[in-house]
C-alpha cells in the first residue's frame, strides 16, 4: 500500500482516520476503521450521502473482529471530497472510477465491497467490470438498478422539460466555477430530507449532515458541501442500466453475494429485476443469500446491529455454525 495522507491519526483502531486519496481533480475523502492489516473493506455510500453513513455499521463490525480494515469514501462531489471539473457532469462512471482509483491507491488487489442505494449499483457494476478484485459483494437495500428501457429519461416527459434541465445546470455550473456556495437553515433541511430519505431518523440525518455541512457566519445556517451537480445525475440514465447490459455484468461477477433489502424501504426493485438475479447468482456456484431485515431504505443507519449481524455472519459463515 502506497503511503496514503493521513489527516488524523488515533492510536485506538476503532476510532476512524480520516484518509486524503489523491484523484485528477483533487482528492477523495475517506474514513478508516480499523487497522491497515485486517481484511480490506470498502464501503460505498448512497446518493447524496456521505462517509458518515457508515458511523454506526462499522465500529459494529469491528466489536467482533479487529480483522476488518473498513475504508469509508466520500465519493466525488459529497462529503468532504473534491467537486469535479467545472462543465463535468456526474454519473456511475464518475464513482466507478473513485472506486479505481482508491483501491489502486490503496494497494488492494483484492477486497470486499459495503454498498448502499447507488452505491450498490456501483459496485455491481464495478464487481462485474473487475471481477478479479472483488471476493464478496455486500448491498444494502439495492440490488438491480432500475430499467428505464420504456421510459430513457424519468422526469423529462418532453423536450421543453429537458431544456429547463439544461438552463438549471447551466446555472449550476456558473455557480460552481465561481465557487459560489448558498446557505440554508439547517432545520429546513432537517424536515426536507425527512421527506426525502424515506422516514430517516432526525439523530440520522444529523449524522449525515455533520460530514455534508459547514457552518456559515449566520446563526442556524449551513453551507451544502454536497456538488449540487449531483441532483442532476438521474435524469440522463446511462445506456448500460439495460436489462441485457446488467445480466451481462452480473454475469460477470465472480464475488459471492449479500443482498440486505429493508422489509419497509420505499425503494424496492421489482419482482422482475430480483428474479434475473436470483436466476444469475443460483446457477453461477457463487454464494448468494438475501435478507430482508427491518427497516427503511437506511436501516444500515437505523438499524445498524441487526444489519452489522447479517454482515458478520456472511463473512464469516464457519463462526456462525
Keep these: ?10 492510536d485506538d483502531s476503532r476510532q476512524p482516520q480520516e484518509l486524503s486519496i489523491p484523484v485528477p481533480h483533487g482528492h477523495l475523502a475517506a474514513k478508516a476503521w480499523g487497522s491497515p492489516t485486517g481484511r480490506p473493506i470498502l464501503a460505498v455510500h448512497g446518493w447524496q450521502d456521505n462517509a458518515n453513513s457508515f458511523d454506526r455499521l462499522a465500529p459494529l463490525l469491528l466489536s467482533s473482529d ?7 469514501l466520500d465519493l466525488s462531489g459529497h462529503g468532504r471530497s473534491s467537486h469535479i471539473g467545472p462543465g463535468g457532469l456526474y454519473s456511475a462512471m464518475v464513482f466507478i472510477l473513485d472506486i479505481k482509483y482508491a483501491v489502486d491507491y490503496l494497494g488492494w488487489e483484492k477486497f470486499t465491497i ?5 452505491g450498490g449499483i456501483v459496485a455491481v457494476l464495478f464487481a462485474g467490470m473487475y471481477p478479479g478484485q472483488v471476493d464478496t ?5 439495492q440490488l438491480y438498478p432500475a430499467n428505464n428501457e420504456t421510459k430513457p429519461c424519468p422526469g423529462l416527459p418532453n ?47 444529523r449524522l449525515l449532515m455533520e460530514r455534508g455541512t459547514s457552518p456559515t457566519s449566520r446563526k442556524g445556517y449551513v453551507n451544502l458541501l454536497l456538488d449540487q451537480r449531483v441532483h442532476r445525475m438521474d435524469v440522463l440514465p446511462p445506456p448500460y442500466v439495460s ?26 426493485a421489482s419482482n422482475r429485476q430480483r ?11 457463487r454464494r448468494f443469500k438475501i435478507e430482508h431485515l427491518e427497516g427503511r431504505h437506511h436501516l444500515h ?4 446491529k441487526e444489519v452489522a449481524g447479517s454482515i458478520m455472519e456472511f463473512l464469516n459463515p464457519s463462526s456462525s455454525k
Design 1 to 10: 500500500m502506497e503511503d496514503v495522507a493521513i489527516i488524523q491519526t488515533s
Design 66 to 72: 479487529q480483522s476488518y480494515y473498513i475504508v469509508c
Design 114 to 118: 459495503i454498498a448502499h442505494s447507488m
Design 137 to 141: 459483494l455486500i448491498t444494502v437495500d
Design 159 to 205: 423536450p421543453f422539460s429537458f431544456a429547463e434541465f439544461v438552463k438549471n445546470l447551466q446555472e449550476l455550473q456558473e455557480q460552481e466555477l465561481h465557487g459560489q456556495k448558498v446557505s440554508h437553515l439547517q432545520e429546513g433541511i432537517i424536515k426536507l430530507m425527512r421527506r426525502a430519505y424515506d422516514n430517516l431518523s432526525e439523530e440520522s440525518i
Design 243 to 268: 436489462t441485457k447490459f446488467f445480466e451481462e455484468i452480473m454475469n460477470n461477477v465472480k464475488a459471492d453475494l449479500l443482498a440486505i433489502i429493508g422489509k419497509n424501504s420505499s425503494y424496492p
Design 275 to 285: 428474479e434475473i438475479a436470483v436466476t444469475i447468482y443460483s446457477r453461477s456456484g
Design 301 to 304: 443507519l437505523d438499524n445498524a
